[in-house]
């Protein structure tokens, strides 16, 4: 459904080393107003009081270091105790981040605003959008790019790649699907589908 306004959420999602966060910077380019979800998480568990209280009750009051930072190391190990556990945060965290996304995008004066959001459909936060352009690339060359990104090796890029979804699930749920393999001209196919967007724009 279309936003109100005439202004259209549009999430961009892929997995790891797709080049998520490449597309976003070339929306930038164009003064797109973009919502990186995963950034916006982090400040508010720093922000929100909400997911501080629920935070220290779920861990401990430790959760937060003495000068107010979140202990992310000891939030790491108590959540990843557990799957269960890991739920717990995310349903602590995800509805603040999304009545956060909805203030934020109720602010924008533009035709297009965008969240970049690696978990969007594992969160639910795809309902929060009107479309969802999923980046894709070849494994191999995902693999290369997180190893060069993160000095970590390829058996550790694989066991992250399988631990998210799939681009097989991600193609069936999304819109629009744009291949970052590093070979073709990505801006040319990121213009295309924009056109495509605001000539639907138009038609509201």
Known sequence: ???????????????????????????????????????????????????????????????????????????????????ERVEQVNALVHPVVKEDFLHWSSQQDAPIVVMECAILFESGFDALVDKVLLVTAPEQVRIERVMKRDNVSAEQVLARIAAQMSDKERSQKADYILNNDGDGNIEIALSTILNTIENELLSY
């Open 1 to 83: 459904m279309m936003s109100s306004r005439n202004t259209l959420k549009l999430a961009i999602t892929g997995g790891i080393g797709s080049g998520k966060s490449y597309v976003t910077a070339l929306l930038k380019k164009r003064h797109i107003p973009i919502y990186n979800s995963d950034a916006e998480a982090k400040r508010l568990m720093m922000v929100s009081s909400t997911i501080r209280e629920g935070l220290c009750s779920l861990v401990s009051s430790d959760v937060y270091c003495s000068d107010g930072t979140l202990n992310r190391t000891l939030l790491a190990e108590w959540m990843f105790a557990s799957s």
